[in-house]
């Protein structure tokens, strides 16, 4: 009797520590993995963020403790955080970690429809591309496409100007402002300030970066994928199904009115492309619906991004009097009173560009940008990456390193100039992205913004509206790091 008790015992204790031996198998991590915080049972280290005032942070903090490349585990996803250039650099420029992971929001809306941003492989390098070929020939990032920019800049002061020095926040109007050069390339035509079906799509535009949040990396967890239920998606998803029906309508207009031999913009480009492909091609990633997805990216991509580092801009600005006085000065000296800035004043306004760059650099916009995904098994710097794991860059840790940055939290645009001239620590900032995904409107966004702050603190001072509260430079905490709304008063410099 007592053998069959013990043999029974036995028995149950080889069953468990079987079942045991084989759970553990099935979820041990491959050795040589990234090191990383443990976080909790099932959910990883997912509570830890969403519960994280400021992620990028929180993140850089981890890394102090475990590397330049560490791993985290959301909700079964893994994670590799990289906080270091060379780790961006050898990931970023190895084509197994330049896919991206799969994106339901967009793929409920087209179906078939493959952007420039969020898709992978073929589809990916055909159309960035082909993009990329139809900035170049806009002229964007030369002098030929000053002018379209300079208008709209002018336009801007207009409008400032129709404040008479009264307080007002400039988030609209630089949104607009900026909206109007991606709409002049995509659709050829901007829209008015005063037109309310464009201010609809602005507010909208503006409203999906805020709920995407700033675990804006977040939606691309798988868990994410299926939290379709949430009321944030479902703000997200009638947000940017009225953008696409926008987008939608512009581009049946361009189908509408096509000419083959007149093709001036982004839209008829893509659509004289598409017809010379048909029957040819059938496979081809230049079709419709990934017209109308790249056109959602670009507009995206392109407006919040540049429209909130102006925001910053002014608010630095009315914050550092000094600094603002420093850009007039030089502007004064350079350019003079009697006419606006040119690109070609550039190479002489070294004051003015390192501020530039010390705004981008002090409140990174995009401090984790949309991660990578490794399409099949590979190393970073001698750590193994299993194919599937989601790969970011913390922008924020990079342009915070105290080694390259001295009290990195100062906002000084003199750190940038050596011997009166904008020094190579240009090269060291790293706020567009590394790699061969790196920011594709990099050249466009840096025209913009040189051309709209120098015109604005040629025309005016921005200073705080009497009786308005204390100015701060915290954040919101959008995909898209944002100042918190202010107000301003433009004051005349004639
Ligand atoms: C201050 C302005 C801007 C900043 C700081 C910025 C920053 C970034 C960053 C960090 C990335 C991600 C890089 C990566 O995934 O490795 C990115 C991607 C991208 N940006 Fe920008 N961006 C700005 C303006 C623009 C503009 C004006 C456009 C176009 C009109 C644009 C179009 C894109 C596109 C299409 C991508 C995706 C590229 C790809 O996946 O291949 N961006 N940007």
Known sequence: MWNVIADLRTA?????????????LAHRQPRNIPP??????????????????????TLTKEAQRYGEVMSVNLAGQLVVVLTSPRAVKEAFYNPDVSSRPYNNL??????????????????????????????NSFGIGKSSFEDSITTEAASLVKEMRSYKERPFNPTALFC????????????????????PRFQKLLASLIRVF???????????????????????????????????????????????????????????TYLNKIRSQSGADATSPLNPDNLLVTIFELFMAGSDTTSCSLRWALLFMMAHPEVQAGVQQELDDVVGRNRLPRLSDLPNLPYTESTILEILRVRVIAPLPMPHRASKQTQILGY???????????????????????????????????????????????????????????????????????????????????????????STNGFVVAPLPYQTCAVSRD
């Open 176 to 195: 607009n402002a900026v909206s109007n050069i991606t709409c002049s390339v995509t659709f050829g035509k901007r829209f008015e300030y005063s037109d």
């Open 12 to 24: 149950v204790i080889a069953g468990v520590a079987a079942v045991l031996f084989l759970l553990w």
């Open 210 to 268: 805020e709920v995407m949040g700033s675990g804006g990396a977040v939606q691309f967890l798988p868990i994410a994928q299926k939290l379709t239920f949430l009321p944030s998606y479902k703000e997200l998803l009638s947000r940017v199904g009225s953008i696409m029906k926008f987008i939608r309508g512009e581009v049946e207009a361009h189908r509408r009115d096509f000419d083959p031999d007149n093709c001036l913009d982004f839209i008829d």
């Open 384 to 474: 193994h990456i299993p194919k599937d794991t989601l790969v970011i860059e913390n922008l924020w840790a990079l342009c915070r390193k105290e080694s390259v940055w001295k009290d990195a939290d100062t906002f000084d645009p003199s750190r940038f100039l050596k011997d009166g001239k904008v020094s190579s620590l240009r090269e060291k900032l790293s706020v567009f992205g590394i790699g061969r995904r790196a920011c594709f409107g990099e050249k466009l966004a840096r025209m913009e913004l040189f051309i709209f702050f120098s015109f604005l603190l040629h025309q005016f001072t921005f200073k705080k509206p009497e009786g308005a509260p204390p100015i701060t430079l915290k």
């Open 106 to 135: 967009y793929h409920t809306l087209v179906p078939n429809g493959k952007g420039v941003a969020t898709c992978s492989g073929q589809d990916w390098s055909v159309q960035r591309k082909f993009c990329q070929s139809m900035f």
């Open 36 to 57: 990383g915080p443990r976080g909790w049972p099932l959910l990883g280290y997912l509570p830890k963020l969403i519960l994280s005032d400021d992620v990028p942070v």
